[in-house]
């Protein structure tokens, strides 16, 4: 069952509610049949007083979280394979090149096989089913939650790593700090790089994208707060970068920390409780325009059965009534139906085109545009939902 937070996760501190979405159902579960999804929990975001780290109030357990029906597959999305050759690519320019490499939530391993490819020896680690499918691509897997114990058996085990990476994990951790101290014992002492990509808070304030608030996002970080964690776990931020990645994402490469930080980090401009309090007059304004948006002749299909889509279509309460089915590329998710919503998901080109795409998968908009040319060529349109949903 979940638990309710009283306060701060990284400190004890007080925390401050500054959205809350209602209930719904684990996104990334994709129920055979309407209502094989299971139980809708509270989503609702806070923000840390003392801190500042942004954070679920419910949590859910990991077992729940990422049990045996966990539906995402990177490979799943052509977009996110070349995102994470470019990834691989750029990794192994720091690091100085081919270095043994542990991914932390592997997922399906592509991001090691694209390091496997440049010549790296590689583990990966994670939890979830969604591991299996690295352990069939022949890469060895630790199907663990990433604690400092599970790391220190690793490190054992298999010694240190030049290279540790982790997309898009450190939102779904149970404790930020423990987290990154488990990064810190895989770190080989002197030429270790952990290179770290989340999603970036400020980016989340400023396009409104309160969809990637959902169970598995635990944590919500700025650069300033992650960098604070990564202090308080004995590590330096020792350079970031901005990236695309899910709408806005920061790229975060950390040392162990001898003495002092190296790097400051500047405070956050928009990830203030200041910055946060519009969030949910902004997202109740969001649904109003984009149910005004649907209320229109023609089909409206969806586009990318995304995790972040359960929160969209649960909040707005859209249903097959409004988009009569979802098309996702992930073979796993096709023949299934949306969390909460119960919306078919069909594979791409199954069904005749529709006369407009709801884009679910808006992190995607540059590669779909270009990709999808007969569907525009033909008068086709999208609605996209953020910051305040338009059509092209
Ligand atoms: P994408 C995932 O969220 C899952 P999601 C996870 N919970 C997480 O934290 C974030 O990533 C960071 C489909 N798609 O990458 C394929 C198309 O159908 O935005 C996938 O089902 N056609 C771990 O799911 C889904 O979108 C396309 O052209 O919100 C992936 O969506 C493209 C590009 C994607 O992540
Ligand atoms: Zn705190």
Not at 214 to 221: D, K, N, Q
Not at 356 to 364: H, S
């Amino acid at each position: 069952m979940p638990h309710v937070r009283s306060e701060c996760a990284a400190c004890g501190g007080q925390l401050r509610e500054f959205l809350n979405l209602g209930s719904s159902p684990l996104a990334d579960r994709f129920p055979l049949k309407p209502g094989g999804e299971g139980p809708a929990y509270p989503l609702a975001a806070a923000y840390c007083l003392d801190c500042s780290l942004a954070q679920l109030t419910c949590v859910v357990d990991d077992a729940e979280l990422f049990g045996e029906d966990y539906g995402f597959r990177t490979a799943g999305s052509p977009s996110l394979v070349s995102y994470y050759q470019q990834w691989a690519d750029d990794a192994l320019k720091l690091a100085g090149g081919p270095v043994p490499v542990a991914d932390i939530g592997c997922n399906d391993g592509t991001l090691l096989r694209h390091f496997r490819a440049a010549g790296c020896p590689v583990l990966g680690v994670d939890p979830s089913v969604a591991g299996l499918d690295a352990v069939a691509a022949g890469i060895e897997l630790y199907p663990q939650v990433f604690t400092p114990a599970v790391a220190k058996q690793i490190r054992e085990e298999q010694g240190s790593f030049r290279l540790v990476t982790a997309i898009n994990v450190a939102a779904h951790v149970q404790d930020p700090a423990d987290f990154l101290r488990a990064v810190r014992i895989l770190l080989d002492d002197e030429d270790g790089l952990a290179i770290i990509e989340f999603q970036d808070l400020e980016y989340l304030i400023a396009g409104c994208m309160f969809d990637h608030v959902y169970h598995e996002h635990r944590f919500f970080y700025s650069a300033a707060t992650f960098g604070h964690v990564a202090a308080v776990a004995g590590l330096s931020l020792v350079q970031y970068t901005h990236t695309p990645g899910q709408g806005g994402s920061i790229r975060a490469v950390l040392k162990r920390s001898r003495d002092v930080m190296d790097f400051m980090v500047p405070v956050s401009r928009l990830a203030s409780i200041q910055g946060l309090a519009g969030l949910q007059r902004r997202a109740e304004f969001s649904r109003d325009v984009l149910l005004e948006l649907l209320d229109r002749p023609g089909v409206v299909a969806g586009y990318g059965a995304t995790a972040k889509s359960a929160t969209l279509l649960n909040y707005c309460n859209i249903g097959p009534d409004l988009v009569p089915y979802v098309e996702d590329t992930t073979p796993g998710k096709i023949g299934r139906f949306t969390p909460g919503t119960h919306i078919p998901i069909v594979g791409p080109g199954e069904h005749r085109l529709p006369d407009i795409f709801l884009l679910l998968a808006w992190n995607y908009l540059g590669d779909i545009l270009r990709r999808e040319t007969v569907f525009t060529g033909l008068g086709g349109k999208f609605i996209i939902p953020g910051p305040v949903p338009f059509v092209i």
